[in-house]
């Protein structure tokens, strides 16, 4: 009964755990751009939503620190040694990563003022294209 | 009218209570990456849940004995012992992620830090539970848990092609420009395990024996968890339709509990997001509970201790320990940072690893005419338990496998 159970606790540490010097792959690459685009769309949204009254602006001060630290961990997963072929759009990524953190944690200030949301709301957008248009290999 | 009435209170509470923090996540996520393709798990799941729930409230309310006291007899006490940690361990990770999710909507309410918020909410539900006798925990939880409806409403509002949707109900593999069929089978399995978690059955088994059931209750458990579990499955669909019909077309991703709250306040304004939050708090708050009970239960019922919410916390000062420890332990760990919903992710995974382990004991009992007499399974009932006992294993050998290919679902 014990070794089932060592086995399982093991498989459990390792399926959760990531080797910290290994290169950062196109496939990881790929899961960050996705994950950056959503989290554009989403902050996109929470702009557009504060500007229509759908949600309060004290949602906004709790959800932009939601998205800002989903934002920083996908700095992490980009803070690894990226082969040359990747370069060009693992920096793109991460200056868009960068550019968002700062963008996000003004939303909430905005809340009260239709014409800094719209503008940040399209800041979002254009960072979503961004991300999206970035050619990573398959 | 009274009998009526308690029917209806019990279906609008197990309904109510159906929807935790691991059903939000896996339900409007599986949405947001699949559209409708998940909608047939909700369907399997609900089937299985309210077969099982129903086989464990009729053995406590024929035998009086609840899931733990099945499982110790059943493997022993080593064998026991393994099922009851693994259990436990599942319980208090559940329970750290509803205290978690539980402190961030009080965070939204009254715009504060989350660890004060963290610690509001543990001594909150310490209160709660140790003030409010067991009928009113389900009730108050339960009852105002069915603001969650909103969803149900959010998702005809947003006028989804219900055809389309209707496609869902029929298991197929996902298209090239979804996440991948791994992924697929990732949030398949969440979903199943999400649905069927086993401290609902702890619960459930140990609710029947705390109200006294005895046969003559066992109409109330079979309409309770048919009609209850079916209707909850109703609104966990209603989840998967919100994220198909909004977060899918806008490219979201809700990896967060606040995330899901766009799924009523899009369609339906500020009154919507009123409603989303109300139920997300009492549903969250009345899975906190549920756990942190059942993981007080499994303890007592195991090692034969007196037990029983519907007690003077003095008559069971172990039992009220156990429980009470659980919420402690939930809030340090959600005190560590980590998100709720990463929490819930690897609680809902493990969970279905201990699903056997909880589920068989069950359907052997209910299956035995010497113990259940006339009470015993029907043979449709029979065969549907072994077939689902079947699938359960085939979800819990794939789980650890799926989670570690997918990078927790992210592909």
Redesign the interface.
């Known amino acids: 009964m014990r070794l089932p159970i060592v086995i399982f606790i093991c498989a459990f540490a390792l399926a959760a755990c990531e080797g910290p010097d290994t290169e950062l792959d196109p496939h990881e690459l790929k899961r960050a751009q996705h994950g950056f685009t959503a989290l554009s769309a989403e902050a996109g949204l929470l702009a557009e939503q504060l500007a229509s009254h759908g949600v309060p602006s004290r949602f906004a001060s709790v959800h932009q620190q939601a998205l800002g630290e989903e934002s920083l961990k996908l700095s992490r997963q980009l803070a690894k040694p990226v082969p040359p072929g990747l370069r060009t759009a693992h920096d793109k990524l991460a200056s868009l990563n960068a550019r968002f953190q700062i963008e996000v944690a003004r939303i909430a200030q905005a809340s009260s003022n239709t014409s800094d949301l719209e503008r940040l709301r399209e800041s979002f957008r254009d960072m979503k294209a961004q991300a999206a248009a970035l050619e990573t290999p398959a | 009218m009274n009998s009526v009435l308690e029917l209806a209170l019990g279906i609008m509470t197990s309904l109510g209570g159906f929807v935790d923090i691991s059903e939000l996540v896996f339900t409007v996520a599986g949405g947001a990456k699949f559209g409708f393709l998940l909608l047939w798990v909700v369907v399997v799941g609900t089937v299985g849940i309210a077969l099982y729930g129903e086989m464990s409230g009729r053995i406590a309310a024929v035998k009086r004995e609840p899931t733990f006291t099945l499982i110790r007899n059943r493997y022993g006490f ?2 026991g012992l ?1 099922v009851l940690v693994a259990s436990n361990i599942v319980n208090v990770l559940t329970c750290a992620a509803e205290v978690g999710g539980l402190a ?1 909507i009080l ?3 009254f ?1 504060a830090d989350y660890r004060p918020m963290l610690l509001a909410a543990g001594v909150l539900l310490l209160v709660t539970v140790y003030v409010l006798r067991f009928k009113w925990i389900e009730r108050v939880f339960g009852l105002l848990g069915l603001a969650l409806l909103v969803y149900a409403v959010a998702a005809v509002a947003l006028k989804p092609d219900w055809s389309e949707a209707a496609r869902g109900l029929v298991p197929r593999l996902p298209g090239p420009d979804t ?1 991948g069929t791994a992924v697929y089978f990732y949030y398949a399995v969440g979903l199943f395990s999400a649905i069927l978690m086993p401290y609902e059955i702890y619960f459930y088994s140990s609710g029947g024996i705390e109200d006294g059931w005895t046969p003559k209750d066992l109409l109330v458990n079979k309409v309770t968890a048919g009609v209850g579990f079916v209707l909850g499955g109703v609104l966990a669909m209603a989840l998967i339709v919100v994220g198909a019909a909004l977060y899918l077309p ?7 509990l ?2 899901t ?2 799924g009523a ?2 369609p339906l ?2 009154v ?2 009123v409603f989303a939050l109300a139920g997300i708090f009492f549903a969250v708050g009345g899975a906190a509970v549920e756990t942190a009970l059942a993981a007080g239960y499994n303890i007592a019922q195991f090692f034969g201790i007196r037990w029983g919410k519907r007690l003077n916390p003095r008559e069971v000062p172990l039992f009220t320990l156990c429980w009470m420890t659980a919420i402690v332990l939930g809030m340090a760990v959600a005190a560590s940072g980590i ?1 709720p919903v990463d929490i819930v992710e ?1 609680s809902t995974i ?1 969970a279905v ?1 201990v699903l056997p382990f909880s589920y068989y004991p069950v359907l052997r009992v209910a299956d035995d005419p010497k113990v259940m007499g006339k009470h015993v399974n029907r043979p449709v009932i029979r065969v549907l338990g072994w077939a689902y006992l079947a699938l359960i294993c085939a979800a819990a050998l794939a789980a ?1 496998p799926l ?2 290919m997918t ?1 927790m679902g ?2």
Do not use: C, E
């Not at chain 2, 806008?250 to 967060?256: C, N, V």
């Open positions: 080593r064998a393994a961030i965070q939204i309410v715009d996440p806008q490219g979201l991703d809700p990896q967060r606040s995330s709250v766009f306040s899009v304004g500020l919507g997001f998100n690897y493990f690893v650890i989670m570690a990078h992210q592909g």
